[in-house]
């Protein structure tokens, strides 16, 4: 039994880890998965939108050059030099260019020299005249005749940058040099740095702040990010910085040599993602309890059945293994029986010789004919019982075919208790009888039943000995098509559990030879299942025993 227990919970055990095994492994791969491809996706849509942004930032900062140095060519190609240092005129033509747009700051014309030699602008006083000969500046655009600086504080202290383009007009080359608003820079920068952490800035060829960013670091020093000035094209990069991961997107512009960069923060960026992973996640616990608990319950509602099924198996293995060794030990007693038979006649024939001897006259005058007579009384005595048992053998043996009359089992049970009413009566035993008075008649066999009824009441009789009560019921359960049910208990000392299995076994008795031949209960099973019912009982050492027999209705009528 405690085998059978440990055989069911590894059983259960197998099936629940297999069933999680084969449910739960396809759930998490389409969970990573989901999650996997999910996230995969959505960084290409952050790295895609940063790298439209840039490039977007990075057009209208280009725009804006171009179209600065396309204006400031277009004033040195259409006037000469004689016309423009007329600072009369260069303020006029200043003017009407600040009235499109106030990014110019001042306008100057330099000779090929580097000397300022006309200037408009607020600055009058402290650049008028000034030589440029040894600037950078000036070195470039005579050599490259457009020339974009980086932002510096310069004369003025406060960040600016300039444009310079060259005019060849003969023999001598001039310079047309304005001077740009950063503040507009700064405008189409600032339009890239998005939500609460982003950030968006220009760094030179050497790494140094042209605009001023929100986090990044300041104007004119270098950026607390990684150096992005010499990338080429657009990239887009992560990095962590301060313990935070970062995208980066920097693209470069064609000229001057500067650097967009556009940062943004990864968790609020990927806040939505991360959002999705906590949902997917939650769901996928949910979906782990709920088919974990499903396996659970469905693995014990199988192993409870199949626990059931098995026992009503061994019930009925039981059943059959009863049947089938009455079937063999009725082959077996009923030849026994012929056998002992043939020498119990000759013992009666000799004991009825030996009678007749003692009628004679001089036997009759010995002293021990008493004696002889007793003898003889004691051997017909004892062959009686013999004769008894071998026939009761036989009917055994034979398994007669029950006759099939139409019977009450009420009647039969009163019938039956007059035999051993005296004899109860004798003991001080009650017999107390509970009759369902609409017992429907059966069909069946009333002398082998009478037998059955017999067997069960003498045997409790001789259980309780003396003083006591037998009680007999009988109900007729669930209609016409049910059974008819007779329960005899006593109460005599009850069946110990180790013989129980044994009581229904042929020759079984706990009686002394000359009360019982163990054949009682056998003949009355085998009785009982050859009318189609069941005899079954129930007892406890101490509180009686109790005879449970069911008959099938297959009569009609009532009584
Ligand atoms: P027998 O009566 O000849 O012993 P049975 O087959 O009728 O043979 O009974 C077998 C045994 O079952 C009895 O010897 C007795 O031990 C036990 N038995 C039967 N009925 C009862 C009962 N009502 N109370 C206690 N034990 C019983």
Known sequence: MIDKGIHYKRLRLRIVIMSLCFSLIPLLVLGFTIYTQFSKAYSQKITETLRI??????SALEIFLEERVAQLVTLANTHTLYTLVEEAYLSQVFSTIQSRSKSFIDIGVIDQNGTHLAYVGPHYEKLKGVNYAHEDWFRSVMESGVFISDVFLGFRKIPHFIIAVTRREGSQTWILRATINTEIIDNIVRLGQLGKKGDAFIVNSRNILQTAPRFSGRLLEAPKTPDFSSSVGTTIDTAVLNGVETFFAASQLNNPRWTLVVREDASEEMAPLFEARYWEGIILLAGILCVAVGTIVVTRSMTNELIRVEQ?????????????????????AAGVAHEINNPLQIISDQ????????????????????EFQECIRKIERHLERCRSITHRLLRFGRRMEPTQDLIDVNEILKETITFLETEARHRDIAIEMHLDEGLPRITSDQAQLQQVFLNIVDNAIDAIGKKGSISIVTEHRNGNSGKIHVEISDTGPGIPKD?????FDPFFTTKSANEGTGLGLSISYSIIEKLGGTITVDSEVGCGSTFKITLPVTGTGRA
């Open 312 to 332: 009503e198996k061994a019930k009925s293995d039981d059943l059959v293994m009863q049947s089938s060794k009455m079937a063999a030990l009725g082959k077996m």
């Open 53 to 58: 942004l840039v490039q977007n930032r990075k």
């Open 499 to 503: 013989k129980m299995s044994k009581i």
């Open 351 to 370: 004991a009825g010789w030996m009678k007749d001897l003692l009628e004679e006259e001089d036997i009759s005058a010995s002293k021990n004919f008493e």
